[in-house]
């Protein structure tokens, strides 16, 4: 079993639509939680950081954190066309390395 | 403008052959790492160095080569032992190896063998 788990989708959604991503990780000593978005052939960028369990708001966008389920998510609201891209979760104990889930791809459809 | 330059963007190597991979930032992070993208398998680390002159083995580490000599140069040679070079290598950096620092990436050096 792999440490984080993430659909990789790919997921299709109309513009305007809310999108939820989701990640489930099995290593319950995870404190620290991010989400990147990845556009085609670039590097990710970080989109939302969060400590332990909670509910981070930013802009269009919300990172939940489930500790007791093992659950993050990632909504976006009123979905564009240039949320397209790929969103990776990732998280960490504390220490500097970072484990990655696969990545979801995502496309909003005008 | 601060951040991390990966060069080249594309680069193509014959079997047999070393090819070295630069990274460089001007963030002053301490800490500076490798991935490697493959499609439909997330970014694996390669090497990690928290300061310079120092560095350790990430989880594929295998047929590849880093040094860190200086604080905002972290190299990455794929040495002919790399079986399967092909993939995107992604240079990334942190403030410090401290908890819960966020890691910021460069955009990306695309590797093929020919």
């Known amino acids: 079993q792999k440490e984080v788990e993430q659909d990789p989708g790919p997921l299709s959604v109309p513009e305007g639509a809310i999108v939820s991503l989701n990640c489930t990780y099995s290593?319950?000593?995870?404190?620290?939680f991010m989400w990147y978005r990845q556009y085609s052939r670039k590097g990710p960028e970080l989109l939302m950081y969060?400590?332990?369990?909670g509910n981070k708001e930013d802009g269009r966008f919300t990172a939940q954190v489930d500790k007791s389920s093992k659950y993050i998510s990632l909504f976006i609201r009123d979905s564009q066309p240039s949320d397209s891209a790929t969103y990776l979760c990732?998280?960490?104990?504390?220490?500097?390395?970072?484990?990655f889930g696969q990545g979801t791809r995502l496309t909003i459809n005008p | 403008d601060g951040g991390i330059t990966q060069s080249p963007k594309y680069l193509f190597r014959k079997e047999g052959q070393n090819v070295t991979l630069s990274c460089e930032q001007n963030?002053?992070?301490?800490?500076m790492y490798w991935y490697r993208q493959d499609p439909g398998q997330g970014l694996r680390l390669i090497y990690y160095?928290?300061?310079?002159?120092?560095?350790q083995k990430g989880d594929i580490a295998e047929g590849y080569s880093v040094s860190r000599e200086k604080k905002e140069s972290f190299p990455l040679t794929v040495t002919s032992a790399q079986k399967n070079p092909t993939a995107f290598y992604l240079c990334?950096?942190?403030?410090?190896?401290?908890?819960?620092?966020?890691?910021?990436f460069g955009e990306g050096s695309w590797l093929t063998v020919v």
């Open positions: 963030l002053n992070h301490d800490a």
């Open positions: 969060t400590y332990s369990s």
């Open positions: 160095s928290q300061i310079v002159n120092d560095f």
């Open positions: 290593n319950s000593a995870f404190q620290y």
């Open positions: 990732a998280m960490s104990e504390g220490a500097q390395k970072l484990v």
């Open positions: 990334a950096s942190s403030i410090s190896a401290l908890s819960g620092n966020t890691i910021y």
